[in-house]
């Protein structure tokens, strides 16, 4: 049997009969190398990370355009540090699945060191700093999760913990944000060196985030006279320190029993799937689709990797802007958000399920072609036709990704207002189109709606996914039940500006998806009437 350890990759022959790409480059060395001089720290160990990140690094070292290799550092679930990094020697097996169930294994060996930045922990923290002092680091990435950059809650006061960290000052941060920022100090003190730190998550505007974070940490702490106002200049002076937008696409859902199954039948052990105390699902494996998009804003202060060389793309602000508005507010995201709470709805588990409904199918080649394509922004280095295009003929439709609307519908209160508010906004500015003629794009937020009520279309009750805002959504709809047109505040709802970005009344749609909500809950089998119903009268 063959196990993820680099005593193990000595056995080339074994790896390579199982069909696994290996390092091209001497691990060990590479290791020393980055002891020596660290260039790139990664904040975010997960799976889009060592499946997307560290594999485009790999091609690098692979080529002999890097010396280097990334250290990982998990700043939430510290297990997977403790489970998934240590007890693997940090190498990762990456499974890229394409839609005719082919497998495209590479043994995954760019990430060198993994860390915690847990303070309990001395020797790690010691070797962050020691890492942030150094004048040759480059870069730190994040993908943390949108979650990750926020200070402020709903109510828009300081998190509990944000407020401890400002009380505390720099030497006792316990947020992300504020240890970034501690981090960064340290490096200001040591020698004011420059470097660049790069968002990679999902999320409109990363790297603005990203620097709103680490700043106002910064600003809180000279206000309390832990820091100097020369330490907050450093921050915002781009000649030293700078925050570029990028976007990244990719699906990197939980690892799959099937997957897991094929490697123990390759000769692999230890494939076991691990699921954390932070509810984290991963794996020594990364089961990813094929396709892959990291478009980044080319502003470094003091060099980078030559990942132009691995497939990312580099260039200037605004096309990055416009790449990630295509995306997230027309030809993915919006889509993904439709077929989550109908799929939870209808009972669907698998996303690439749904693809195979015609009337699901239907409602998100509506919102995208139909209604988002005739506003997109078009960011004219890819083509938004054929994004989408590949999106649903290619992306959603691969049953080899074991992605699931439960975990797509998490947090969508936080997402509604860029993935449909946008495109209805879009709408209102032109004079030539109206709001108020969209089908889908309200069929989707009346879903949503539904959704809400907790019950599916068979009348049976389910599990909602976790959302900031669910408890206070949910009060608007006491009372509703199946079978009746019983009262609610959907109107608190639809009318809320902070929700979708407009108030769907005032633009002339809010009715329109209150009578969709009340139709879908007829009784049982009403979600999917209503759907066929108005996808059928558009036509």
Not at 206 to 225: F, I
Not at 305 to 315: D, H, N, Q, S, V
Not at 332 to 353: E, F, Q, R, W
Not at 356 to 382: A, F, N, Q, S, W
Request: aromatic residues 8%; negative net charge; proline residues 5%.
């Amino acid at each position: 049997m063959m196990r993820l350890s680099r005593s193990s990759l000595q056995n080339e022959s074994a790896w390579e009969q199982a069909g696994i790409a290996l390092p091209q480059f001497n691990i060990g060395q590479v290791t020393r190398a980055t002891a020596e001089k660290p260039e790139w720290i990664h904040f975010g160990a997960g799976n889009i990370f060592r499946g997307f990140v560290a594999n485009a690094h790999q091609k690098l070292l692979n080529s002999g355009k890097a010396d280097t290799g990334i250290i990982a550092v998990e700043s939430f679930d510290f297990e997977m540090i403790d489970r998934v990094y240590k007890p693997y020697d940090n190498l990762t097996l990456l499974v890229l699945m394409n839609a005719k169930g082919e497998f495209e294994q590479t043994l995954i060996g760019s990430i060198v060191e993994a860390i915690t930045a847990d303070r309990s922990r001395s020797e790690d923290y010691n070797r962050l700093v020691e890492v942030f002092e150094h004048p040759g680091l480059q870069l730190a990435s994040f993908t943390i999760t949108e979650k990750g950059y926020s200070l402020k809650g709903p109510d828009g006061q300081y998190l509990g913990i944000v407020q401890q960290d400002i009380a505390k000052g720099p030497e006792q941060a316990v947020h992300v944000m504020g240890i970034v920022a501690s981090l960064a100090y340290k490096r200001f003190c040591q020698g004011a060196y420059p470097m660049t730190l790069v968002s990679m998550d999902n999320c409109s505007h990363n790297g603005d985030k990203l620097k709103n974070g680490v700043v106002t940490m910064a600003r809180e702490w000279a206000g309390q006279g832990f820091v100097g106002e020369d330490f907050v200049a450093y921050l915002e002076d781009e000649r030293k320190i700078t925050f570029p937008l990028s976007m990244i696409d990719k699906i990197t859902p939980r690892p799959s029993e099937s997957v897991r199954e094929a490697l123990l039948a390759e000769g692999l052990s230890d494939m076991e799937l691990i699921v954390t105390a932070k509810n984290t699902y991963t794996a020594p494996f990364v089961n990813a689709e094929i396709s892959e998009y990291l478009v980044i804003e080319d502003k470094f202060t003091n060099g980078r990797p030559a990942l132009e060389a691995a497939g990312i793309i580099f260039t200037d602000r605004d096309t990055v802007n416009n790449i990630e508005t295509m995306k997230v507010t027309t030809c993915l995201n919006p889509l993904h958000t439709a077929l989550a709470v109908c799929g939870c709805l209808l009972g669907y588990t698998l996303i690439a399920d749904e693809m195979g409904d015609p009337t699901l199918r239907k409602l998100v080649e509506v919102i995208g072609y139909d209604e988002g394509l005739p506003v997109v922004v078009d960011p004219l280095i890819m083509s938004p036709r054929q994004f989408l295009d590949e999106v649903l003929n290619e992306r959603f439709a691969n049953p080899y990704i074991p992605d699931t609307p439960q975990r797509i519908a998490t947090d969508t209160s936080q997402k509604v207002g860029i993935r449909f508010g946008e495109t209805i906004k879009s709408y209102v500015k032109r004079d030539d189109l109206n709001p108020a003629e969209l089908t889908a794009i309200p069929l989707a937020i009346a879903a949503w709606c539904r959704y809400l009520v907790g019950i599916d279309d068979k009348g049976e009750a389910f599990q909602l996914s976790p959302d900031p805002l669910l408890e206070p959504l949910q009060a608007h709809l006491q009372g509703v039940v199946l079978g009746g047109r019983a009262s609610s505040n959907i109107q608190g709802i639809l009318g809320d500006e902070r929700i979708f970005g407009v108030n769907l009344y005032e633009v002339g749609l809010g009715s329109k998806i209150e009578g969709m909500f009340y139709e879908m809950l007829a009784g049982p089998g009403a979600v999917r009437r209503t759907l066929e119903k108005h996808l059928e009268a558009r036509q």
